[in-house]
């Protein structure tokens, strides 16, 4: 391709397809990323600055305390927000990236729904809709 065929941002417009109908919801799953990034954030950050905010049963089940939830929550949040902010861009890897980030706190959501259930349980439904957005509908917005 020739310089012509890109913009200013270096973004390819040459035979680019128009976004379809379907890319609307690659922009909500990728908004949902990013909100449920801060809150993913945000629990960690309650769960390392105030611990007897969480009630983790003795026999949960992964033995880890509110400090290592606090950790592993801001990791996962921060990934979040990486993978949401790469999918408004129409990024491949932010993707890929986002459906195994989004897997990733499903799983950490369900250990953790000894300390906050309705929270947790809510998380995974906005966590299965965007898996379901980013595989069926992903390509919509691709862009590299």
């Given at each position: 391709m020739s310089r012509r065929d890109y913009?200013?941002?270096?973004?390819?417009?040459?035979g680019k397809e128009p976004v379809g109908a379907w890319g609307g919801l690659i922009l909500f799953a990728s908004g949902i990323i990013i909100l449920v990034g801060i809150f993913t954030l945000m629990m960690g950050c309650v769960a390392l600055f105030d611990?007897?905010?969480?009630?983790?049963?003795?026999?949960?089940?992964?033995?880890?305390?509110?400090?290592g939830w606090g950790v592993i929550h801001l990791i996962v949040g921060l990934f979040m927000l990486v993978a949401g902010f790469g999918l408004f861009r129409g990024r491949t890897w932010a993707r890929a990236m986002g459906v195994i980030v989004v897997g990733v706190n499903a799983i950490t959501q369900i250990a953790f729904t000894n300390a906050v259930p309705v929270w947790s349980v809510l998380m995974i439904a906005l966590d299965v809709l965007v898996i379901y957005a980013l595989v069926v509908h992903g390509r919509e917005l691709d862009t590299r």
């Open positions: 913009d200013e941002t270096g973004d390819r417009l040459a611990e007897s905010w969480f009630t983790t049963p003795p026999k949960s089940l992964f033995a880890v305390g509110p400090h």
